[in-house]
């Protein structure tokens, strides 16, 4: 029986075509397999270690580690931080009293104590007296400053073979140390130097640190070895010359860079048993709660500690990732994350990648293979858990899924038209974030499109509802949901009706810019309408929440103009529009400054000068941002009806105060100030700029410009 040849060409043509996919299939493999290589895919990948500690829920600490915060209780109790050292001695024996065999300070005394040299050693006599005492030190940026104890005592670094090894192990150009009294008191000491991942989160502990080619331990690693009574600490190469670190005998897995991946038990809080230490110089915990353990000591109210990010957490105290640490070695938690994993991970790359092709390939019905293609998504994600939960392993999952996907799509685009998942693709990644209006006009013109990063001059916004947070605690939760929605919604109406992009929402907090997807000239101009809508949007929810008996609340509004960095970041999976760069961190260092400077919306000299006629500006300052070497003007925005009702007289008085003030003739700088005082009470920056005067008094520094440096962001 003779073949159609029809039949056979068609037969020929879907075999060229499922080689064709499988290609691309492998073709895709070979593409991710050189981004995991280089870790440009590792920012996500950590995002999703984050999703899996969640997912595993939060796991039972050791009973060893507790801790004893200066809370906002004690602080309440005893008074403003720091407190005297008289008081941290009491502290230190009555913990040391109760049965602690081993106390870390997660603080550290560089500077002698203001009440005087009695209260430096009487807190020495309570170090000796307690024994086993672990202080902390500062791995610093910068030299440090004249007069702090910048080096630390001889005896506490590791023990090094060979020297001159581990150049992969950071170098810290600076070291804030203990005064020697203290130090020669407790000769026991770890750093703190505890470095974010780039998106602001801490994954990996330092378990130690370079300054000067000496090799220094970590808090936790101290106060585990001397918890332990081990006999030393040394810092060896394997056999492939990766840093080998030891307490004692026991062998602790740290990567080339001497971190630990944190495996982080669950939020803060929740975790390790939190004393007050008021409580404690009260008598009223429990002795047992410190018998034979490790007792850490820090502060964790609100503006004295170090926060940190956490996978748990969007505000920790360091405290939490020090006692975590312990807790990991003590108890052997390790994520492991070496070479067996990472040959699993390019295994699952090699595998995912022309499967996903397959999926493409061989289903006739789109559906059956994205059915597929899901459930070898589901099954490998669910087998990296297990992987985690189970083994506390590391395996890659964003990779291999993203060499699944990548095959997938390229063999799923193969057969469909080009222009028309364009225009899906247009669809999708902009309906959240621009108006329909402005979604339409994209497709007309998709040239003028760019999905890919880019540099571009825009405007950014940032606005943070005041007294949110306050007013929510007192609420049921879905009533905050309403409310939020109540404000959300408006605000992001003004933001797209005059163009803007919505970038994201951040709590009760809302981020958005001016100037791309499509291109806008007056992208400052828009910037500052919508700034100055929202504040009318604002004030009508005052009024119908006033009615509803709930307090009135707040905006603080941050506008930025300059080079930005936009378009989608993230993988080839999961991303966002979105814009990066320094001048995007200055607009949200500027919404910041509503609070301290008292006024609704705060906008650079970039944006004043790009924004062009039609608005009421005030020059408020110079500020020096936290992150930024250079000084920037910052203006007040005011809507220009506000402006006209306004005193002149108090206009002219402020800028002859701010004038007054920067050429350091503070006399004639508080007179302008207290006239214009006089005229509007309740100016916020007039208050500020006559607390200033009165905390400077009448000498002015040396190489005085009156430019303000912000030490916080």
């Known amino acids: 029986m003779s073949r ?29 397999l050189p981004l995991f290589r ?15 500690m969640r997912l595993r829920g939060a796991i039972p600490p050791t009973s060893e580690v507790v801790v004893v915060a200066v809370d906002a209780r004690s602080v309440d109790r005893l008074g403003q931080w720091p407190w005297p050292r008289a008081v941290l001695a009491d502290l230190v024996r009555r913990i040391s009293s109760a ?74 150009p600076g070291i804030e140390a203990n005064l020697a009294l203290l130090a020669g008191a407790a000769p026991a000491a770890g750093h703190f130097g505890v470095l974010p991942d780039a998106d602001g989160t801490v994954r990996h502990y330092s378990l130690v640190a370079r300054h000067r080619e000496t090799f220094y331990p970590a808090l936790a690693l101290r106060a585990v070895q001397a918890y332990l009574g081990a006999p030393g600490l040394s810092l060896r190469p394997d056999r492939r010359g990766l ?46 709660a410190f018998d034979d353990k490790l007792v850490f000591v820090a502060a964790t109210e609100t503006g004295l500690s170090d926060l940190r990010t956490t996978p748990w957490d969007n505000v920790a105290p360091g405290v939490e990732v020090h006692a975590t640490v312990a807790d990991n070695l003590l108890r052997r938690r390790f994520i492991r994350d070496g070479a067996p994993e990472t040959l699993l991970g390019m295994a699952a790359i090699l595998l995912l990648g022309p499967a996903g092709g397959a999926f493409a390939a061989f289903s006739r019905r789109p559906a059956r293979g994205a059915l597929l293609a899901a459930t070898a998504v589901a099954a490998y994600a669910g087998l ?23 095959g997938y799509t390229a063999a799923a685009v193969w ?147 300059g080079p930005m960095a936009v378009g989608n970041m993230g993988s080839a999976m999961i991303f966002d529009y979105t814009v990066i760069g320094d001048e995007v961190n200055l607009g949200s260092r500027l919404e910041g400054l509503t609070r301290l400077y008292g006024v609704e919306a705060v906008a650079s000299e ?27 003007r910052v203006f007040e925005l005011a809507a220009p009806e506000d402006a006209a009702a306004s005193d002149r007289a108090f206009t002219t008085d402020f800028a002859a ?34 607390e200033r005067l009165r905390a400077a008094g009448p000498a002015v520094p040396e190489g005085w410009d009156g430019t303000t440096t912000l030490t916080v962001k």
Not at 9 to 16: D, G, K, P, W
Not at 38 to 52: C, I, N, P
Not at 252 to 262: M, T, Y
């Open 4 to 32: 159609n040849p029809a039949s056979s060409r068609a037969s020929h043509l879907r075999r060229r075509e499922r080689l064709a996919t499988l290609g691309l299939g492998l073709a895709a493999a070979a593409i991710v």
């Open 38 to 52: 280089s870790g440009v895919l590792h920012g996500v990948e950590l995002k999703t270690m984050d999703a899996r």
């Open 99 to 172: 049965g602690a065999r081993t106390i870390a300070l997660d603080m550290v005394f560089a500077e002698p104590s203001r009440e005087g040299p009695t209260q430096d050693e009487e807190l020495a006599s309570a170090l000796r007296e307690a024994g086993s005492v672990v202080l902390g030190f500062f791995l610093t940026g910068e030299e440090g400053e004249p007069g702090l104890a910048l080096e630390p005592p001889p005896g506490i670094e590791l023990a090094v073979t060979p020297r001159g090894g581990f150049s992969e192990i950071p170098a810290w």
């Open 243 to 288: 840093p080998r670190l030891l307490v004692g005998e026991l062998e602790l897995p740290a990567s080339e860079r001497g971190e630990l991946w944190v495996n982080f038990l669950g939020p803060y809080r929740r975790t390790f048993a939190y004393h007050p230490a008021a409580d404690v110089l009260d008598g009223r915990v429990a002795a047992e």
């Open 384 to 406: 990296t858990q297990l992987a985690f939960v189970r083994g506390s392993r590391h395996l890659e999952l964003v990779a291999p899924l993203g060499a699944l996907a990548l």
């Open 415 to 561: 057969r469909n038209v080009f222009a028309e998942a364009r225009a899906r693709e247009i669809r999708a990644t902009f309906s959240r974030f621009v108006s329909p209006a402005v979604v339409e006009e994209m497709l007309r013109d998709p040239d003028r499109v760019r999905l890919g990063g880019e540099k571009r001059e825009l405007t950014v916004l940032f606005a943070d509802l005041r007294g949110f947070t306050t007013m929510s605690e007192r609420l049921p939760p879905e009533q905050v949901g309403t409310l939020l929605n109540e404000f959300m919604t408006p605000m992001t109406q003004v933001l797209l009706d005059r163009g803007g992009t919505l970038d994201k929402y951040m709590g009760d907090a809302i981020m958005g810019f001016f100037g791309a997807p499509l291109a806008q000239p007056d992208h400052a101009r828009r910037g500052c309408e919508t700034a100055l809508a929202m504040r009318e949007a604002l004030r009508r929810l005052n009024h119908g929440w006033a009615q509803r008996d709930l307090p009135r609340l707040a905006l603080g509004i941050g506008l930025n103009s």
């Open 606 to 632: 970039a944006t004043v000068a790009a924004a062009g006629p039609g608005f009421a500006f005030r020059e408020l300052d110079r500020v020096r941002v936290k992150g930024r070497r250079e000084p920037v």
């Open 657 to 690: 105060g701010l004038a007054a003030w920067r050429e350091g003739d503070f006399p004639r700088a508080e007179r302008s100030f207290r006239e214009a005082a006089a005229r509007r009470p309740d100016d916020g920056p007039t208050r500020l700029y006559l």
